[in-house]
């Protein structure tokens, strides 16, 4: 399974950015995909997950109201969109793929992309 991250940069608070995980290698539909993030000097901590149906997200208390996580089975993609942005989101954003449920450890890691919110 591979996963490659893309759309992380540099934006002002207030800010959006839109994440994308393209995947290969598996059949997409099969897998439970999310988002983790790690910040400087932090552990990596869940920050959305979506069943492999579509029909059911789980959020991060942190980020919900703010982000939103989709999925496109037919580009097999994982989309994660970031409004109202916060100098505290600023992390390596990571998709992940095949966990069990919400929060807990994914089997498969992407690469990281970087965001980094400005104040």
């Known amino acids: 399974v591979q996963l490659q991250a893309s759309g992380g940069g540099l934006v002002q608070a207030g800010g959006s950015l839109r994440l994308s995980c393209a995947t290969s290698g598996h059949t997409f539909s099969s897998y439970n995909m999310g988002w983790f993030r790690q910040a400087p000097g932090k552990e990596r901590e869940f920050v959305a997950g979506?069943?492999?149906?579509?029909?059911?997200?789980g959020y991060a208390d942190s980020v919900k109201g703010r982000f939103t996580i989709s999925r496109d089975n037919a580009k097999n993609t994982v989309y994660l969109q970031m409004n109202s942005l916060k100098p505290e989101d600023t992390a390596v954003y990571y998709c992940v793929a095949g966990f069990r449920d919400y929060g807990l450890a994914p089997t498969y890691w992407g690469q990281g992309t970087q965001v980094t919110v400005s104040s």
């Open positions: 979506i069943r492999r149906s579509g029909n059911s997200q």
